[in-house]
């Protein structure tokens, strides 16, 4: 049986939104900016014997921001795009605005968000890892307003070294409720599998 789970990655220009999903779908990462237009990529996920078919929005700042409302991610290229399933704010942990940022997307979501429908799962990401000798701020204070007043999955992660990329679409996914096994996390692999559009096994 499969899963179809579409997961949206906000997050103020520059923090690494592209270069995540570029070490997860190609373990590639590339010194320079990348191109801001975003994308829709649709790798699938085998997890516990189970498939995902994700479909993962990479929306540039551009299209949503603060100033913008949630309607507008229809606009991503895709024409059947509903509200995800997951949502995955990235920050960067060097970068007080990047934060604000998220907040207040994080803020926009909770409004718009159609009372009494199924929570999607909101996971905070603080990417740029590796320069934490340069953080704004302590990382258990983060996670500890991330976790306790938002109410979202906080987890830190350096798309350069590829560290915790896998971890972290792990996390979203059990998050969301899909981890049929719940013991079997430890031997998390990643194996190269179909070209483009990547098979993942987490
Ligand atoms: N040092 C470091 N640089 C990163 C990391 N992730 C992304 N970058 C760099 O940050 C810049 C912006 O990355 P990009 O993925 O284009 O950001 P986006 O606008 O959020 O999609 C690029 O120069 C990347 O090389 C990271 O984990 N560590
Ligand atoms: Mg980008």
Redesign the pocket.
Known sequence: MADFLKIAIL?A???????IIQQFLWNE??????C?TGGVYRPSVVLNDRIYHLVIL?IPASLISPAHTLERWSEVGDQDIQPAHAYIL?YDICCFSSFEYIKAIHQLIMTKRPAGSRKAPILIVG?????QRWRVAPRHNVAALVKRSWKCGYIE?????NWHILLLFKELLKTVGCLACKGAHASACLQGGLRGDRCVIL
Do not use: I, M, Q
Not at 157 to 161: D, L, N, R
């Open positions: 997050g220009p520059g923090v690494g939104k592209t270069a990462f590339a010194e320079e900016a990348h801001p990479d990235v990417n740029k890892r590796d320069l992660c350096s798309a350069k070294y």
